[in-house]
């Protein structure tokens, strides 16, 4: 038996997870052993998501709408909120700005070049979860190939939109309001923030997290993701230029 | 009943936004991975962005009143003490919003 990634690993941000040594011949096969654990762990996420559309009074295929044309978890749990009080659109641009801006390094470790074919390449692009990153981009020096990784994105993409979609009917069937589904959400930062933690160990990082977070927090409540991330970002790049200028070229 | 075009707009911003933030990189690929701050960057941005996300998102959750404030800190102990333990996101996650949902409902 090829051995199989751990069911928690794809949500390790920054590493890769390694993956099933032996191939069957099949890409799709093979796609399936890959994305098995990440996609088992997504179900839950999805049917907690489900639950928040159709209890924030969204019509159910909302869920499916989102999950399958936004398709960025994360940014989704965060949309039914502020959709829930018609914020302006503006402030849905710029949240989706920062929640996902930690995409932009996906590209130095994804293998997009194995993928061939327009189509192909923006659907990959269009599907680089978080998931699929983890997934993919510890594979190198070994190749994929184009079929092996487009099937592990629809994998993981189909089983999203499925835990949306049944979160989202059982949530419209349940006679009583559920309150504090949205905590799927917080769990689901904490997890990811201690599984980055365990890949670095970094301390000073977290520390200025989230004092910045705390400072935002009591400065702008209302912009508090904004102005934390910025200055957490800010915050991160003087702190790596004063330790270059100290430390001369070693990083 | 919220406007659909309004929710329409919402969902085609969001994910014309994710996308490019995907998609655009790649553009500059070769430049980016030869930026040693970039690179730096990319290490320890991320664990950082999720704790900010964390403390935003649990100032979301309605933390009003003392119980209820009570009922997210337990939730939260839960989920980080079973992914420490078993290292397993779908149970810590699960577990944790399990305990939320049920302590919410019984504070009625």
Not at chain 1, 69 to 88: I, Q, R, T, W
Not at chain 2, 78 to 87: E, G, H, I, K, S
């Amino acid at each position: 038996m090829p051995p199989e990634p751990p069911a928690t690993a794809p949500l390790t941000l920054p590493t890769g997870v390694p993956l099933a040594a032996e191939t069957t011949g099949s890409p799709f096969r093979d796609a399936v052993v890959d994305a098995r654990g990440a996609g088992l762990a997504m179900l839950p996420i999805g049917l907690a998501f489900g639950v928040l559309v159709t209890q924030s009074g969204l019509d159910w295929w909302w869920a499916t709408v989102f999950a399958s044309v936004v398709y960025a978890g994360s940014l989704e749990f965060l949309l039914v909120g502020l959709v829930a009080v018609a914020a302006p659109l503006s402030q849905i641009a710029v949240t989706a700005l920062l929640v996902n801006s930690r995409h932009v390094f996906y590209a130095l470790s994804f293998p997009l070049h194995e993928v061939r074919g327009t189509p192909a390449r923006v659907y990959s692009t269009f599907a680089l979860t978080d998931e699929a990153y983890a997934i993919t981009a510890g594979a190198a020096p070994r190749r994929l190939g184009t079929a092996r990784i487009i099937w592990i994105q629809v994998i993981l993409h189909v089983l999203w939109v499925a835990g949306a979609t049944a979160g989202a009917l059982a949530g419209a069937a349940l006679p009583v309001q559920l309150p504090g589904v949205g905590f799927a959400l917080t769990a689901l930062f904490t997890v990811l923030s201690i599984e980055a933690f365990r890949a670095r160990h970094d301390i000073p990082t977290p520390v200025l997290a989230i004092v910045c977070g705390a400072v935002a927090m009591l400065l702008t409540p209302d912009n508090m993701l904004l102005v934390g991330t910025s200055l957490f970002a800010a915050a991160t790049i003087a702190r790596l230029l004063l330790r270059r200028r100290r430390g001369g070229s070693s990083s | 009943m919220t406007d659909p075009w309004y929710l329409v707009s919402a969902v085609a911003i969001s994910a014309a936004i994710t996308w490019t933030l995907r998609a655009a990189p790649f553009l500059v690929v070769g430049q980016l991975r030869r930026a040693a701050l970039v690179r730096e960057l990319s290490e320890q941005l991320p664990l950082g962005i999720m704790i900010i996300l964390v403390m935003y998102s649990v100032g979301g959750l309605g933390i009003s009143s003392l119980s209820e404030g009570a009922v997210t800190a337990a939730s939260l102990c839960v989920t980080v003490a079973l992914q420490l333990w078993r290292r397993n996101a779908a149970l810590s996650i699960l577990a944790g919003t399990a305990v939320q949902v049920t302590l919410l409902s019984s504070l009625g």
